[in-house]
C-alpha cells in the first residue's frame, strides 16, 4: 500500500546548514541553559495546578535564552539559543508533573487506605529517571516523526520561529520579525483585556442543553487561532468534527441510553467520552506505525549506522540508556511503595507505546493527551491489580513521565530540524535538563501547597487534571472492589468501557488505512483529530478552526504573503499568551495585585 504525501503537515523544505564555525554547546549556552531550566522548573507547577494545563514553554525558554546570553555576549547566536530552549522545556515537562504530586494528595484525603507519601527526596529520584527514560525511548522515532512524516508540532515551530526572530538579520527576516513582535503584543493585550474584564473569555452557543456545562463556545485568546493556523483546515476540521460527536451528539445519546442524566456536568460526561476517543487514538496511531513500518525500520537502520554523519545520538547509547533507566526505576518503585518488579517492567512496556500514540496526537494537533495516556494505563492496572490503588499510581507516574518528556523532545527536534541544530547536543541538553527540572519541582510543590493551598475551603489551585486522575482511580477502585457481585450501573460502566474503545479502535483503524491510500487522504476526517477533539475543551478547538480557515483563505487569496508572515504571525500568537500565563503567576507570587 502506498502511502499518501502529507498534504496538511508542514512542507518538506531542506533543513537549514548551520556554518562551520558556529559552535552550539558552549560554556555560555550550558551556563544560561541551567539557569533558565531553573526557572522554568520553579515557575510552571504554578501555571499547571492553577489551570490544568500549561502554555508553549519552549517559546518562554527560548525569551529567556535571549535575555541571559544577551547579559553576558552580544555575539551570540540562534543555535546556542536552541540549547538553552532544550534544557528550559525538559525543565517544565517534568515539573508538568506536578498534577500527578496534587493528585495523590487529593486521592489520599478522600481515601485513608491510600497511604502513599511522597517526599522531595522520592519525588526527584522518581521523575528524574522515569524522565531520562522517557528521552531514550523518544531519540529513535525522530526521524520517524520530523523527517520522514513531517509532522507539524506548532510550538516546536514557534519556538524556531522565535529563535529566528531573536537572531534575524535581513529585510525580509526583519518584516516576519516585526509581524511576529505585532502577534505577540496582540496575544498580551488581549489576555489583559480579559484579566480586566473588558472581554470575556469564552461565549457559550446554545447548541443544546449540555453545551453550558460542556464548554461548547469560542475562546478568545489568540494562542489556539496561532495553532490552527499552523496544523491546517484538514486536520483542524476533523476536530470540530470530534466536539460535535462527543460533546453535542454524544450527551444527548447517553442520556437517553441511561448512562448520565440532564444534570451531568462536564467531568463526568468526559469519563464516558473519553473511552471511543482514546481507541480511536491509540488504535489510529498504532496503525499508522505499523503502515510504515520500512519507514520506521530505516529509521532506525539510519540512528545504528549513520549517528555521526546526521548528528544523531548514537542507538547504543539509547539502548544502555533505556536498560540502565528501567532498572532503576523498578528497584526505585519496590523500595519507594513496594511494587512488584513485574509490574514495574510492565508500565515500562505499555508506557512505550503511549508514548508512540501522545507523540503522533502532539504533532498532528498541538495537544499533548498526557493526561489521557495516564487513564489508559491506570485502566490496564485496574485489570492486572484490581482495586490496588499504588499500582495504578505508579504506572501513572512512568507512563506520565515518559510521555511529557518524549513529547519535550520532539518539539525540540522540531525546532532544531528547522534552524539547522545538531541532534545529538539537543538531547545531551534534555539529559542534563530532567533532574534539574524533577528537583524545582521536588523544592517548590510543597511550597505551592504551603502557601495556596490545593484541598478544602479557600484553596486557591484547584489543579482539574488531578481531579480527573482522582475521580478515575476511585472508579477503578470501586469496580476492582465489587468483583464478581457488581452493580448493574458498575456492570453497565464497564460494558461502555470495552465496547465503545473496541468500537473506537475500529473506527481508528479503518480510518488510518483508508488516509493511507493516495487519493483518499483529504476526503478522510483525520483519527488524531476527531479522538482529540472528544477531549479537549469545545471552545479551544473551535478557535483553533477559525484559525486553520483564516490561513486557508489567506492561502488562496495571496499566497505569497500567506507564506512570508503565516507561520510568523501564528509563533507571535502562540509566543505572546505563553509568556502571559507565565507571568502572571510570577507577579502573584511577588505581590501585584492583579484583578480577581
Known amino acids: 500500500m502506498e502511502a499518501a504525501p502529507p498534504t496538511d503537515t508542514q512542507p518538506d523544505l531542506p533543513a537549514p546548514q548551520k556554518p562551520p564555525e558556529v559552535r552550539e554547546l558552549t560554556v555560555r549556552s550550558v551556563i544560561a541553559a541551567v539557569l533558565v531550566a531553573v526557572i522554568i522548573g520553579a515557575s510552571y507547577p504554578y501555571v499547571v495546578l492553577k489551570f490544568g494545563f500549561g502554555p508553549n514553554i519552549s517559546v518562554v525558554s527560548a525569551f529567556f535564552g535571549f535575555l541571559m546570553l544577551g547579559l553576558v555576549s552580544k555575539s551570540y547566536n540562534r543555535w546556542e539559543n536552541n540549547i538553552v530552549q532544550t534544557a528550559g522545556t525538559a525543565a517544565g515537562q517534568i515539573a508538568f508533573m506536578c498534577w500527578l504530586l496534587a493528585g495523590f494528595q487529593m486521592l489520599q484525603a478522600a481515601d485513608p487506605s491510600f497511604d502513599v507519601e511522597i517526599g522531595p527526596f522520592q519525588t526527584f529520584a522518581w521523575f528524574s529517571v522515569a524522565g531520562l ?5 523518544a531519540v529513535p522515532l525522530r526521524k520517524h516523526f520530523i523527517v520522514d512524516e513531517k509532522l507539524a508540532f506548532p510550538d516546536g515551530i ?14 525580509q527576516a526583519k518584516k516576519s520579525a516585526s509581524a511576529m513582535v505585532g502577534a505577540l503584543g496582540a496575544a498580551i493585550g488581549m489576555q489583559v483585556l480579559m484579566l480586566f474584564k473588558v472581554l470575556h473569555e469564552v461565549v457559550i452557543f446554545g447548541v443544546n442543553k449540555f453545551s453550558a456545562v460542556t464548554g461548547v463556545g469560542m475562546n478568545l485568546g489568540l494562542l489556539s487561532i496561532g495553532s490552527g493556523m499552523i496544523i491546517g483546515l484538514r486536520v483542524c476540521t476533523s476536530m470540530l468534527l470530534g466536539v460535535v460527536l462527543g460533546w453535542v451528539v454524544g450527551p444527548m445519546w447517553l442520556e437517553e441510553h ?12 468526559l469519563l464516558f467520552v473519553m473511552w471511543p476517543a482514546t481507541g480511536m487514538l491509540i488504535a489510529g496511531g498504532l496503525t499508522a506505525l505499523v503502515l510504515k513500518w520500512r519507514t520506521l525500520v530505516a529509521s532506525f537502520r539510519g540512528l545504528s549506522s549513520g549517528a555521526s554523519a ?14 540502565t533507566c528501567s532498572l532503576l526505576l523498578i528497584l526505585l518503585q519496590e523500595w519507594m511503595v513496594g511494587t512488584p518488579w513485574w509490574q514495574s517492567l510492565i508500565a515500562i512496556l505499555v508506557s512505550l507505546p503511549l508514548m508512540v500514540v501522545a507523540l503522533r496526537v502532539l504533532g498532528e494537533t498541538n495537544w499533548g493527551p498526557i493526561s489521557t495516556m495516564v487513564n489508559v494505563m491506570q485502566a490496564c492496572f485496574g485489570a492486572i491489580a484490581p482495586g490496588n490503588l499504588k499500582a495504578g499510581m505508579v504506572a501513572s507516574g512512568v507512563t506520565g513521565s515518559v510521555a511529557a518528556e518524549s513529547e519535550g523532545l520532539m518539539q525540540d527536534y522540531k525546532t532544531g530540524h528547522m534552524i539547522g541544530s545538531t541532534p545529538r547536543l539537543l538531547t545531551y541538553m534534555q539529559l542534563m535538563a530532567v533532574p534539574i527540572g524533577a528537583l524545582m519541582l521536588a523544592l517548590v510543590y510543597p511550597l505551592l501547597v504551603k502557601h495556596y493551598g490545593i484541598l478544602g475551603e479557600g484553596a486557591q489551585l484547584s489543579s482539574p ?6 475521580g478515575f482511580a476511585q472508579l477503578l477502585k470501586q469496580i476492582g472492589a465489587s ?8 456492570a453497565r460502566r464497564i460494558d461502555w468501557m470495552q465496547y465503545s474503545f473496541l468500537g473506537g479502535a475500529l473506527l481508528g483503524i479503518a480510518l488510518t488505512i483508508l488516509e493511507n491510500i493516495r487519493g483518499f487522504r483529504n476526503y478522510v476526517p483525520s483519527v488524531t483529530g476527531m479522538g482529540i477533539g472528544m477531549l479537549v475543551p469545545a471552545h479551544a478547538v473551535f478557535t483553533m478552526f477559525v484559525g486553520a480557515l483564516i490561513d486557508h483563505c489567506w492561502r488562496w487569496i495571496s499566497p505569497v504573503t500567506q507564506a512570508a508572515y503565516s507561520v510568523p504571525l501564528a509563533s507571535g500568537f502562540i509566543a505572546g499568551e505563553a509568556l502571559y500565563a507565565v507571568a502572571i503567576p510570577i507577579l502573584s507570587t511577588l505581590g501585584v495585585p492583579l484583578p480577581e
Request: proline letters at 5%.
Open 133 to 137: 527514560l522517557g528521552v531514550f525511548l
Open 158 to 171: 514557534a519556538a524556531g520561529e522565535t529563535l529566528i526572530l531573536l537572531d534575524s538579520r535581513g529585510a
Open 465 to 470: 487534571t488531578s481531579v480527573r486522575w482522582m
Open 483 to 490: 468483583g464478581d457481585d457488581l452493580t448493574p450501573e458498575l
Open 258 to 269: 441511561g448512562y448520565i442524566t440532564a444534570e451531568a456536568k462536564k467531568p463526568a460526561i
Open 310 to 323: 546526521t548528528g544523531d545520538f548514537p542507538m547504543r547509547w539509547v539502548i544502555t540508556g533505556v536498560v
